[in-house]
């Protein structure tokens, strides 16, 4: 199974700064890479899908980025209403789908 | 719109089964695979299995022997079904639809908590 491993665990940081989370795989997953955020006593909402490509409807101060094993999702001008968990997942090499371990984002 | 719901018990007791509905609605189970992700309390999510559009489906080795999971196309409903249960498989369990490909997953249900305790 493919291993995700997400930097930092947990995070804060002030409002309108930019913050970056990073992710790990195990191996190369050529961009099957996902994004959720995770807002308190919520369900995961997609924000990113193939490393780096939009959902529907999500702010554009959110972007994803990366390549072979290294992967990063970056929030420009952080608002109140970004507090959330963040998790990567991978989809390259499925079953099973397999998700990082999360980064809890907090306001400083 | 696209909409998913789980439900169940929220009680159950060690060493017995778990059973879930969910029921989805914005979309057909004939189109779109339907899967189920575990979140313990506190801690990260975990990807238990799928009902493929196509009516097949995959596990998770790790719970492969003691799951099940199965559909009602006439009831847009997809059933879990796991025996065995511990104090671990206390958690919120999602069903989520599958994206593009079944790569991702772009709409989740709010989840339902289940504890597993006598």
């Known amino acids: 199974d493919i291993q995700m491993t997400q930097s930092p665990a947990s995070l804060s940081a002030s409002l309108g700064e930019t913050v970056t989370i990073e992710c790990r795989a195990s191996e190369d997953i050529y961009n099957g890479l996902a994004w959720y955020q995770q807002k308190p006593g919520k369900s995961p909402q997609l924000l990113i899908y193939?490393?780096?490509s939009l959902h529907t409807g999500v702010p554009s101060r959110f972007s994803g980025s990366g390549s072979g094993t290294q992967y990063s999702l970056k929030i420009n001008s952080l608002q109140s209403e970004d507090v959330a968990s963040y998790f990567c997942q991978q989809y390259y090499d499925y079953p099973p789908y397999t998700f990082g371990a999360g980064t809890k984002l907090e306001l400083k | 719109q696209v909409q998913l719901k789980e439900s169940g018990p929220g009680l159950v007791q060690p060493s017995q089964t778990l059973s879930l509905t969910c029921t989805v609605s914005g979309f057909s189970l004939m189109d779109y695979s339907v899967h189920w992700v575990r979140q313990p309390p506190g801690k990260g999510l975990e990807w238990m299995g799928r009902?493929?559009?196509?009516?097949?489906?995959y596990y998770n080795s790790a719970l492969k022997s003691r799951l099940s999971i199965s559909r009602d196309t006439s009831k847009s409903q997809v059933f879990l079904k796991m025996n065995s249960l511990q104090t671990e498989d206390t958690a919120i369990y999602y069903c989520?639809?599958?994206?593009?490909?079944?790569?991702?997953?772009?709409?989740w249900g709010p989840g339902t908590m289940v504890t597993v305790s006598s």
């Open positions: 009902m493929k559009y196509d009516g097949d489906t």
């Open positions: 193939n490393a780096n």
């Open positions: 989520t639809r599958g994206g593009e490909l079944d790569w991702y997953f772009d709409f």
